[in-house]
């Protein structure tokens, strides 16, 4: 439960959210993307050009999806139901794949992947939305040095892009990479 929080996010910031486990990181973020309403209070501002949330990784075998497919699913939001995509969706997708370091690994299925392999798939995801709002749940727990360097670096750039980028962490190195903390206790 989150009680007394007033804060502000941002565009052009990276914020994490910090605090130990249970101190409401996850709500909050919930709170933001829309996906929870509060009791009391209210957010307010985000969530009129759309959000792009990646929750914390999903099990392998919950989504019996390749990589690519996983990260073109960030491009549906911006289409019709009955549209398929087109080559600048796809751009966006191969673009992303890049950034992540994914790109030799789109037509593996997800459960073959490692932790950061999928945890790198779903920022990628998050980031094909492009979405005026970023909230990612712990983009760097349980990956590899050279895996959080990727996703901080792809969350900083998408801030100087103008982005609100908001994470959870409890990782060092992602929370001082941020422009911001929100220490939540």
């Keep these: 439960m989150l009680d007394g929080l007033d804060a502000t996010f941002p565009a052009g910031d990276v914020t994490a959210l910090t605090g130990p486990n249970g101190s409401g990181k996850s709500t909050l973020l919930d709170a933001l993307a829309g996906v929870v309403t509060p009791v009391g209070g209210g957010v307010s501002g985000l969530l009129s050009g759309g959000v792009a949330y990646v929750t914390q990784a999903v099990p392998p ?6 990589v690519r497919s996983t ?3 960030g491009r549906w939001r911006a289409r019709p139901w009955w549209r398929p995509l087109g080559r600048a969706d796809h751009a966006v997708v191969d673009a992303q794949l890049d950034r992540m370091g994914i790109a030799d690994l789109a037509d593996r299925p997800l459960d073959e992947l490692s932790g950061g392999q999928r945890q790198r798939t779903l920022v990628a995801l998050g980031l094909a939305q492009r979405a005026p709002v970023l909230l990612v749940d712990e983009p760097t727990a ?16 998408e801030a100087a892009a103008g982005v609100v980028v908001v994470h959870a962490a409890h990782d060092p190195v992602a929370i001082a990479a941020s422009d911001r903390v929100v220490a939540l206790a």
């Design 142 to 157: 349980g990956v590899d040095a050279g895996s959080a360097a990727l996703v901080t670096a792809a969350l900083a750039a």
């Design 61 to 66: 075998s919950a989504l019996p999806l390749t």
């Design 71 to 73: 990260v073109v699913m």
